[in-house]
């Protein structure tokens, strides 16, 4: 997975573009400061390419659990042993906020790797004696423009902690390393615990929408997943999901959300992503299973994948090994799941989706949002293909499936660090992509998948049967009961079925429109 300590990528927020903001003004100023400040007699600032370039001696202290760097040109201070390198190099992408104090003193908080997937915030402070405050002030504007770019700073974030999360880790974990960097990077925190299950659909279903920008969820998949359906139980559903951003803060057993738009499985790591993240426009999917309708935003899966997600819950204390472990036994016992399917494909030719994804990945960073945000009271969209209990959409064809091993539908491509199972698939393109296995391949060829997974060689795979698609129903049959999972949540073993609505939903990512995974 891409780690964030030391990246170097500005972010560019298409939700900024077109309006007049002292953000915007500093991008067109930008090229007229100078890109050094001196801020010592033998210390500097520069804006680099790519970071910022710190020159001149500096000593640590410790201040408040946070590590400080100081010019050793002031005064008064209590110093730890020890010296910094002579120059220091800050990417952007880590710098957090910056500012200039009426009593001449500038302070630059940035997050500081303290090992190769945690980050901590830092803070470099130099008290200036003759400078013109005009000159700072623009050079400081700058600064922030390289550090966020057009993406929203200072973001109002509502965070719900699951307690339970993490093996009950998850409060800890947010107070130690999440926390301290939504802070340091100045942004408007609101606090709640989840306290019951579906407690965050409830408070998703009665938030403010105009009052954050973000709901950070500190837990694994699932709370996500609440969230999701709870603003799409609003009255004006859809205004809510293209309103505020849903990101995760990775504090369970599953962080898939953040895997994919984060690039990581560190909370640090992830905080800072969340900080400098992108609106994006994101496809949900909408289930309907007998007289209920829910919104799905990474999978669903009826086979293997399924019975080893929810089979497992016993092993949770292996992390993310119990996946691999509960697909490897299932996959080479030879177990099948025969089941109906019909199919509404949209792309179906591995050349041809890796022609899709290519031509996307090709594009730049997005610097305004297509998508045009839907009226207040608008609600959810009507279903195209009505429910899983209207006759079959003519244009499908029911196909039996008795040697069907694995069903699996991805609207991302991570499902767990190492299981890039839908290289291809895309954040709005409007489809989920289908995956179909056998369940009666060979024992050797079932480890080679295996094997390919980790390998990030699995969408070549000759006897995977990989598909883009815009909607399907699939049927069990000769089998009382069994396992349904959608969205890692365990629901009835009946017929259900899907529909793609494209860009419904809103997360925060680095690119704007891609996963932060290795394509087809």
């Given amino acids: 997975m ?31 400061v100078d890109p050094t400040l001196a801020v010592g007699r033998n210390a500097s600032l520069t804006l680099a390419t790519d970071s910022l370039i710190v020159l001149g001696t500096s000593l640590l202290v410790r201040h408040e659990g946070l590590l400080e760097a100081r010019s050793s040109a002031c005064c008064g201070l209590s110093l730890t042993p020890g010296q910094n390198k002579a120059t220091r190099s800050i990417p952007f992408f ?5 500012e200039y104090s009426q009593d001449e003193e500038i302070t630059i908080q940035y997050a500081h790797a303290e090992a190769k997937e945690t980050v901590r915030p830092a803070t470099i402070r130099y008290t200036l004696e003759t400078k013109e405050r005009d000159v700072v002030d623009a050079w400081m504007a700058a600064l922030l423009h390289r550090a966020y770019g057009p993406s929203q700073r200072q973001k109002r974030i509502k965070v719900l902690v699951n307690p339970f999360g993490g093996q009950g880790k998850a409060q800890k974990i947010y107070n130690k390393h999440i926390a301290p960097i939504l802070a340091a990077a100045r942004c408007e925190i609101d606090v709640e615990m989840t306290t019951h299950n579906e407690h965050a659909i409830e408070i998703a279903k009665n938030i403010d929408v105009d009052k954050y920008d973000v709901i950070a969820c500190c837990s694994g998949d699932g709370v996500p997943h609440e969230v999701f359906n709870g603003l799409g139980q609003k009255d004006d559903g859809a205004h809510a999901l293209a309103k505020i951003a849903v990101s995760q803060l990775p504090c369970g057993s599953g962080n898939a959300l953040s895997l994919n738009m984060n690039g990581t499985n560190s909370p640090s790591l992830a905080a800072v992503a969340m900080v400098k993240g992108l609106r994006t426009p994101l496809d949900l999917v909408s289930i309907t299973q007998r007289d209920k309708r829910t919104l799905s935003f990474l999978s669903q899966s009826v086979g293997i994948v399924a019975e080893t997600d929810l089979a497992t819950e016993h092993l949770r204390w292996m ?49 305004h949002e297509e998508r045009p945000m839907p009226a207040m009271g608008t609600g959810l969209p009507e279903l195209k293909w009505g429910t899983v209990n209207d006759p079959l959409p003519t244009e499908w064809d029911l196909v039996p499936h008795d040697r069907l091993g694995n069903f699996y539908a991805g609207n991302m ?8 199972f839908f290289p291809a698939s895309l ?15 060979d024992r050797w060829t079932a480890i080679k998948t295996l094997d390919a997974i980790s390998k ?43 529909e793609v609505h494209k860009g419904l939903g809103t997360v925060l990512s680095r690119s704007g429109h891609l996963y932060e995974a290795r394509g087809p």
């Fill in 2 to 32: 891409a780690s964030l300590a030391g990246e170097d990528d500005p972010f560019k927020d298409p939700s900024l573009a077109g309006s007049s903001t002292p953000q915007l003004e500093s991008q067109m100023q930008d090229s007229a």
């Fill in 94 to 98: 880590n710098i957090l906020w910056a």
């Fill in 319 to 367: 992390g993310s090994a119990r996946f691999t472990w509960g697909f490897f036994t299932r996959l080479v016992g030879k177990k099948i799941y025969p089941a109906d399917i019909a199919v509404k494909f949209e792309v179906e030719t591995k050349a041809d989706i890796r022609a899709v994804y290519s031509a996307e990945k090709s594009k730049p960073p997005p610097n």
């Fill in 413 to 420: 491509a991570y499902m767990s660090p190492d299981a890039n």
């Fill in 427 to 441: 954040p709005s393109d409007g489809c989920v992509d289908l995956v179909r296995i056998d369940g009666d391949i």
């Fill in 456 to 498: 990030h060689q699995f969408f070549d795979q000759p006897h995977v049967d990989y598909h883009k698609i815009s909607a399907y129903r699939i049927i069990p049959k000769n089998q009382p009961d069994g396992y349904i999972s959608i969205d890692g949540e365990r629901v009835p073993f009946q017929p259900f079925q899907a």
